[in-house]
């Protein structure tokens, strides 16, 4: 029995492999169980019709041997990079029929030395790729310095733009900055004192984010007056709560006519509770990043007005599956710089909002 590509369909796939067209689907886009023999079955159809449709074809004759990714990533803030690790865990679901087996070392702090160690522990576990988020300051490629050439790695949420990895996934930040100058600029109804809370303060994205919000203010001549950029100092979880913590409570003391907390990144639940216990909440506005628990809680409460959400389970989804496509062959080379789809999150929308990775993945 002979087909070329164009006369060639799942329908014939199964019914060579005498499964059902169900089966098949599953097989070629790794949804579901699939038994052994089943598998083996619609694998030799497949090459038997020489039905070779984007990644499927490649990624079962891949499927062979192991095909390794390695995730060095932070786990600092929970409630953030507890969504990652949710998105990672989809993404091995969906690749794991493939052969593909996801290798994750995690730094419970933001210290580069500590992400430094879980680059060698990867490289140690014979992996054929890596994704990291960056935890180095500057633009230089310290990260790669640590990395084979042979191991092609991506980085996502913070990017080293002058390094030699294969692609980068992250918000634009300076965009994002603008968009959280602009919210803050209405929620003040055009005139407010704004002082910015800014951990992770020489990291790239938030650097970028913070030359955003300045840069709106200028080019509309809003009549926003920003009297402090705050560095929140702090490289593990506790420490950095405690001391977003500290300085809001020292902003309100020092600037009794505040009218707006800019936090740049996803602690804002924890300005909010200083905010709250001063019983701010009538004057002070509150605009942050992504979505906690808690943070649900304050935007119904009114508490903080609105957040901007960058899907991290999506982005972490979206570059385990691009690197797989890489290294299978499906693509020569990715795009170098993937804009992801950020969110705004007000009370309005929130109970309609897709929160936490629990929509439906996919990417382009």
């Not at 490649?58 to 969504?83: C, H, M, Q, T, Y």
């Not at 890596?130 to 490629?141: A, E, Q, R, S, W």
């Not at 294969?166 to 968009?179: C, E, K, R, T, W």
Request: charge should be negative; aromatic fraction near 8%.
């Amino acid at each position: 029995m002979h087909m070329n590509n164009q006369q060639a369909t799942i329908k014939d796939i199964a019914k060579l492999a005498g499964v059902s067209i169900a089966t098949v689907d599953r097989v070629l886009h790794g949804r579901g169980r699939v038994s052994p023999e089943a598998l083996t079955a619609v694998t030799n159809a497949i090459e038997t019709l020489n039905y070779k449709p984007n990644q499927i074809a490649r990624a079962l004759s891949a499927r062979r041997s192991k095909i390794r990714i390695g995730l060095a990533l932070p786990n600092v803030e929970s409630d953030f990079w507890g969504e990652i690790i949710f998105g990672a865990e989809q993404a091995q679901k969906h690749l794991e029929p493939f052969g593909v087996e996801l290798i994750s070392e995690y730094s419970y702090s933001y210290e580069f030395e500590d992400q430094v160690k879980s680059i060698k522990l990867l490289l140690e576990r014979d992996i054929q790729a890596l994704i990291v988020t960056p935890l180095y300051d500057g633009f230089g490629n310290v990260v790669g310095s640590h990395i084979p050439s042979s191991i092609p790695y991506a980085t996502m949420i913070n990017d080293l733009p002058s390094s030699n990895r294969l692609f980068h996934i992250g918000p634009d930040d300076f965009a994002i900055g603008s968009l959280a100058a602009r919210l803050t600029d209405l929620y003040c109804q055009g005139k407010g004192n704004v002082v910015i809370l800014a951990p992770n303060h020489s990291m790239i994205e938030t650097q970028n984010r913070i030359s955003g919000f300045m840069s709106l203010i200028n080019q509309d001549n809003l009549n926003i007056s920003v009297q402090r950029i705050v560095p929140v100092p702090g490289k593990t979880e506790q420490v950095m709560y405690n001391e977003i913590m500290k300085s809001t409570e020292e902003c309100i003391r020092q600037f009794p006519d505040i009218d707006a907390f800019y936090v740049t990144n996803g602690l804002t639940e924890w300005c909010a509770d200083v905010v709250a216990a001063n019983n701010c909440q009538q004057k002070i506005k509150i605009i942050g990043h992504e979505v906690t628990q808690k943070t649900c809680t304050y935007l119904q409460n009114k508490v903080v007005h609105a957040v901007i959400y960058q899907r991290p389970a999506l982005q972490i989804y979206n570059a385990i599956n691009l690197m797989f496509d890489y290294l299978i062959g499906n693509i020569s080379k990715p795009e170098s710089n993937i804009i992801s789809d950020c969110s705004i999150i007000i009370k309005e929308n929130l109970g309609f909002s897709h929160i936490g990775g629990q929509n439906n993945y996919g990417y382009s």
